[in-house]
């Protein structure tokens, strides 16, 4: 399984920014895909998630602000982040499993990953 993030980058508060998250070799039929954050000196947090059925979850900090979506194959993750904040900046990384993983948001429930991609949001 390969998980290629891409989109990341400095903007100014209120912004907008799109992930892309490009998954292959994947073939679970019944997954959950989510986005998690970490920023320096925290610990890994998940932001984030969707599963086969469509069901989404959100982060408390980001509900009204950020949307997940995938394409219709289900080869693309993507998340767009409105509204960013200095407090977003972290880097920002994707990540896979079967479809209970969308239950926990422990970094642990999931096997797979991408390498990340930085979001930098200044005042």
């Known amino acids: 399984v390969q998980l290629v993030e891409s989109g990341g980058g400095s903007v100014q508060a209120g912004g907008s920014l799109r992930l892309s998250c490009a998954a292959s070799g994947y073939t679970y039929r019944r997954y959950c895909m989510a986005w998690f954050r970490q920023a320096p000196g925290k610990e890994r947090e998940r932001v984030t998630s969707i599963n086969s059925e469509g069901r989404k979850t959100y982060a408390r900090s980001v509900m009204g602000r950020f949307t997940i979506s995938q394409d219709n194959a289900g080869n693309t993750l993507y998340l767009q982040m409105d509204s960013l904040k200095p407090e977003d900046t972290a880097m920002y990384y994707c990540?896979?499993?079967?479809?209970?993983?969308?239950?926990?948001?422990?970094?642990?429930?999931?096997?797979?990953w991408g390498q990340g991609t930085q979001v930098t949001v200044s005042s």
């Open positions: 990540a896979a499993d079967g479809i209970n993983a969308c239950y926990l948001d422990s970094p642990s429930s999931y096997r797979y």
